[in-house]
Each structure stands twice: as structure tokens, then as C-alpha cells.
């Protein structure tokens, strides 16, 4: 089938996007699903950083690429082998398929999955193939997903399904910010009601983090980003105090406030400063988690004495170390309880052939979560 989609052909534009426009407005050829895939009518798409840091080069991926990761949408069709799906199912996209046999998916680890994370480093679905073409071409997939496009040919292991009545463009949010963010703070860290938090980097990770400290207890979330305005929304989301980053004495300002350091403090921004600021204010006996992605040249020098001497942790988070079928129905029912209110993430609604424009949104901190909606 004919689709339009968005596709990459070369990383590493320079800004404003709108000029260099590294996102070209196609038309592909689609192929039918295969026996373990699903075809999905896309019905919103957010823009997330992740999808920039392969515009900007950030984080390489194979050419030209269909980008697009967090969406939702109606399945129209679904491969011969699936049984738990049928057309009209709604359905929320998951950029980290799991097979449910290698050793990661056996200890119940699914967003470590190894064939998973070697689909997506080459551009597949999770059983080796690429569903699209263009004049003879194969486009790759991003993250198993290709979600910023009229339709998707995915894994059914990349899509969790949905009640019917969640709106499709709050849905969407679900399978990447509220995934990585909150379940940062659930999975990862184990936060428990009364202890302390700082969140780094207010995107749509960075704010998901925020809520999942509020609704597990934080008596103390303390937001740091460079932008006041994004400090506001924190605030208004339940940040109990606000720290600029761009101040000289940041870390000192969050020691100052929260008694000589946070019981856990959260790097959302992807950058190794951000990182190293969440170290600083990082309590003694406490840990610091990271869930940002920063290009793969990043390094962070650690002084080892204090890792010892202070006890301190040091964690990586993936997809908020999520296990989808079980997370994705537990924030959607803390959403609908009005505990997880993320459809306050979203800063406005695109047409995909404004998307570059949104990028350029996105790159200049901007914009939170901006969706591309999709007209039935």
C-alpha cells in the first residue's frame, strides 16, 4: 500500500531545520505485515528527542530512515500468527520490541532486550525485515516503529493495546516519555513516599519524572532545566522548588534546599554536565539515576572515593526499565485517577508536513511534547 511518511536520508543538518529541512514528506510503499507483525493505522505521533539526536547525527543510525517512535493508533491488519489482536484495536507503540527468549526477557528485563537492541541498531523489525520502500529503495525503521507516517508495519512485540476510549493522541505519550520518565522513578529508582528528588532536563522525560515522583510521595521534588518557563510547568505539575541551571551555585542551591542532597536526583537532559550536577547533589548513601542519552563520545569521570566512602549508587535507566504490558495499563489507570495527569505535557498538535518546523521547536527547548495528529 501507498503511505507518506517522514524519511531521513542524510544526519546531521544544521538548524533551523525549516531552511535545511532534513525531513523529507514521501510516499512510500508499505508492505503487507508478516505472520508476527501488525499494520497500524497511525493516529498521533509525539516528537521526542530521540528522534533529533538522528536528525542532528547525535545518535547514528542506518540511511535513509522512516523516523517516528512514540505513537498510537488502530490496527487495520494483523499477521497470521497473532491471536490477541484483531482490526479496530487500539494500540500504543513500544520502541524497544522484546523477543521473550534471550537472557534479558527471561529475568523479566524486556527493555534489555539483545535481538531487540540489534533490530533496531540495523534499521529492522524485530524478525529482520524492513517493510518499505521507495523507487526501489528500502527505508530502514526507526526503532521498529517508523511512527511519523500515515501507517506502520511493526512487531506485534512493539505494540501493547489500549482501552478504546483513551483519547489516541494522550495514548501516544505512553510508549516513550511516560514510559522512560515515570517508570524511572518506579522501576529504576524504588522511590518510596516521604523520600527526596531532583529532576534535570524538563522535556517530556524530564516532566514524566516529575509526575512519577508525585505519585509516589516525594516530599521534596526539586526541578532544575535551563529554561524558566519550562520551571513553571514543573511547578505547576507538583515541583515543590525550581533551581536554574544556567546559576553558577546550581548544585549548591539544591544542597541548600534539600539539606545537603537529594535521595535520588534523575539526569534526563542527556548531557554529561547534567549528569555531573546530578552527581553533586546527590546525598550520601543516595543514587543518581540516568535515563538521558547523550552521543555515544560522552564519557563522565567520577571520583571514585566518594562512591565508596558515601555510598553512593550510580544507575542507568532504559525505557524506565519498563516491562510494557505491565506498566503501560498501571499509568494508564493512574492517569484516569487524575495521579498522572501527562496529557498537560502536551504543547501543541502538527501536521506532518510541519514537522521540521517542530523540530526546530524541540532543538531550541521550545516545546515539551509536540504531536503529529493524523486524520482518520
Do not use: W
Amino acid at each position: 500500500m501507498k503511505i507518506r511518511a517522514a524519511v531521513l536520508d542524510t544526519m546531521g543538518a544544521a538548524p533551523p531545520y525549516a531552511s535545511s529541512l532534513p525531513l523529507r514528506i514521501v510516499e512510500l510503499e508499505l508492505d503487507p505485515p508478516g505472520r508476527d507483525e501488525v499494520l497500524v493505522r497511525i493516529a498521533a505521533a509525539g516528537l521526542c528527542h530521540s528522534d533529533l539526536s538522528v536528525i542532528n547525527g547525535d545518535r547514528p543510525r542506518p540511511m535513509p530512515m522512516a523516523l517516528g517512535h512514540e505513537a498510537a493508533g488502530v490496527v487495520e491488519q494483523v499477521g497470521a500468527d497473532i491471536t490477541d489482536l484483531v482490526p479496530g484495536d487500539h494500540v500504543v507503540m513500544v520502541f524497544m520490541p522484546s523477543c521473550g527468549h534471550c537472557m534479558p526477557c527471561a529475568e523479566g528485563r524486556p527493555a534489555l532486550c539483545e535481538p531487540g537492541a540489534g533490530a533496531n541498531g540495523a534499521g529492522t523489525l524485530l524478525g529482520g525485515g524492513r517493510r518499505l520502500h521507495c523507487d526501489g529503495v528500502t527505508i530502514n525503521h526507526h526503532l521498529g516503529c517508523s511512527a511519523f507516517a500515515t501507517h506502520a508495519v511493526v512487531s506485534r512485540r512493539s505494540v501493547v493495546k489500549l482501552p478504546p476510549d483513551l483519547p489516541l493522541d494522550e495514548a501516544a505519550l505512553f510508549g516513550c516519555a511516560v514510559l522512560t520518565g515515570v517508570g524511572a522513578v518506579v522501576n529504576t529508582a524504588r522511590l518510596q513516599p516521604g523520600e527526596t528528588a531532583a529532576v534535570i532536563g524538563l522535556g517530556g522525560v524530564g516532566l514524566s519524572s516529575v509526575l512519577g515522583a508525585v505519585a509516589s510521595g516525594a516530599r521534596q521534588i526539586v526541578a532544575i532545566d535551563l529554561s524558566d518557563e519550562k520551571l513553571e510547568i514543573a511547578r505547576s505539575l507538583g515541583a515543590t522548588d525550581t533551581v536554574n541551571a544556567r546559576a553558577p551555585d546550581a548544585s549548591e542551591q539544591v544542597r541548600a534546599l534539600s539539606g545537603g542532597g537529594v535521595d535520588y536526583a534523575f539526569e534526563m537532559a542527556g548531557a554529561a554536565r547534567a549528569m555531573e550536577l546530578a552527581f553533586r547533589i546527590t546525598r550520601r548513601g543516595g543514587t543518581t539515576v540516568t535515563a538521558g542519552l547523550p552521543p555515544p563520545t560522552a564519557t563522565l569521570a567520577l571520583p571514585l572515593v566518594q562512591l565508596v566512602a558515601e555510598e553512593r549508587t550510580v544507575k542507568g535507566s532504559y525505557i524506565g526499565a519498563c516491562v510494557p504490558t505491565r506498566d503501560i495499563p498501571r499509568y494508564v489507570g493512574l492517569y484516569r485517577a487524575g495521579k498522572l495527569p501527562v496529557d498537560r505535557l502536551m504543547s501543541g498538535k502538527l501536521q506532518l508536513d510541519q514537522i521540521n518546523e517542530g523540530f526546530d521547536r524541540l532543538h531550541e527547548g521550545r516545546a515539551v511534547r509536540q504531536i503529529i495528529g493524523f486524520p482518520a
